[in-house]
């Protein structure tokens, strides 16, 4: 019995070692099948193999398409990025540039009040102050101050405003010297266009420019005067405000303020004539709200003749509707004194606004149409300068 039972565990155990081999030569050495050509897809396996081999770097099947977009996305943001380029380029090609030198105290008011510019330093006496803006088409970058003379400063555009003082000998003497600096600049291809601001004499005795405007055979494009100029035509010669006095070597903040809360308590600021019938204090006073009193009157000389011109003397400022009260004589003061009595507080302070009000939209109408005259005047497209 116990013979038999061995004999059984004997053959369990052949038949075990046979299976085990037959699994091991099926597993390790038996030959494999060739794929069949249109068998199953291989693509998992390839895939896999290729995963196996990334060790522990993620598999990401987009990866291509990704790296793809990038690219084109790159691509696409040069491009757009040229085309601004391309754009600003091109603006600034139409763009005017214009340097302000400002060779007399009118062109701080061009420059601060008509234009609204700031200037660097703020310290009034600085011996160099410079200020750069954009108005319509137009860069604007000023000058001025006593270290701005002939030669000894950048000529930074190719078109030139030069503001000038013309009042008496001894100015037209130096105006003439940046006049013929300018025109060297002309004659070298320096300078393309000028035009001149001037604060006249308060005669109207300009004549010494006749020379040098192009309609008389110089290089000055564009005139705009100050005073009642007969020359006025609308084209090339344009009457300019006289504004503001400017900061005297007298003058003391305290003396500048006594006169400021003078105007601002003041309902009207008498105007007589001097000179000229045109004043600073008339533009002083509408800054404050205070309504001129003015004399108008014409005074000597070869301004604006009444009896021709209806309108002179102030013929800018009338043209513009001035709430200014005008009188012939100051005989008339009473009477207007009388008026003022029988006005109210509330009408008095309406029509503080309303000049007030007059005398910015003033300004801002003399800005726009010394920018539009620049523009007309020196750009390209405009008249093939």
Known sequence: MRATRKRLCSALLAAYLLFSLY???????????????RGGPRQPQRLAREHSSLGNEEWNPWEGD???????????????????KNMKSQQEQTDLKVQIWGKA??????????LEGLL???????????????????????????AVVPGYFSVEAENVVL??????????????????????????RQLRHVAIVL????????????????????????????????????????????GVATWQPQETNESFRIYQDALLQSD????????????????????????PVVEDVMTPGKCGNSSIYHSAPLQLLK??????????????????????????????IQRRKKLIEWYRHFKAQMRDKFINILENSFLPNDKGG
């Open 23 to 37: 699994a091991a030569y099926s597993v390790f050495l038996r030959p494999r099948r060739p794929p069949a050509s």
């Open 66 to 84: 990704e790296k793809n977009e990038q690219i084109a996305s790159q691509q696409r943001y040069e491009t757009n990025l040229q085309m601004l």
């Open 105 to 114: 105290a009118i062109g701080l008011y061009l420059w601060q009040h008509i």
């Open 120 to 146: 660097e330093p703020a310290d009034v006496p600085a011996q160099w102050r410079e200020g750069t803006i954009k108005g319509g088409k137009t860069h604007f970058s000023f000058i001025t101050g006593p």
């Open 163 to 188: 503001v000038l003082n013309g009042r008496e000998e001894a100015k037209i003497t130096y105006a003439t010297q940046w006049l013929n600096y300018a025109q060297t600049l002309i004659q070298t």
């Open 199 to 242: 604060l006249g004499s308060e005669q109207c005795n300009n004549e010494w420019i006749h020379p040098y405007l192009r309609r008389h055979g110089g290089f000055v494009e564009l005139l705009f005067v100050v005073y009642d100029c007969t020359w006025v035509n609308e084209e090339d010669i344009f009457q300019w405000p006289l």
């Open 268 to 291: 009207l600021t008498l105007c007589p004539v001097g000179v000229n019938t045109e004043c600073y204090r008339i533009y002083e006073a509408c800054s404050y709200g205070s309504v």
């Open 319 to 348: 043209t513009m509707g001035a709430p200014f009260i005008f009188i012939k004589n100051w005989e008339e003061l009473p009477a207007v004194l009388e008026k003022e009595k029988n006005m109210s507080l509330q009408e008095k």
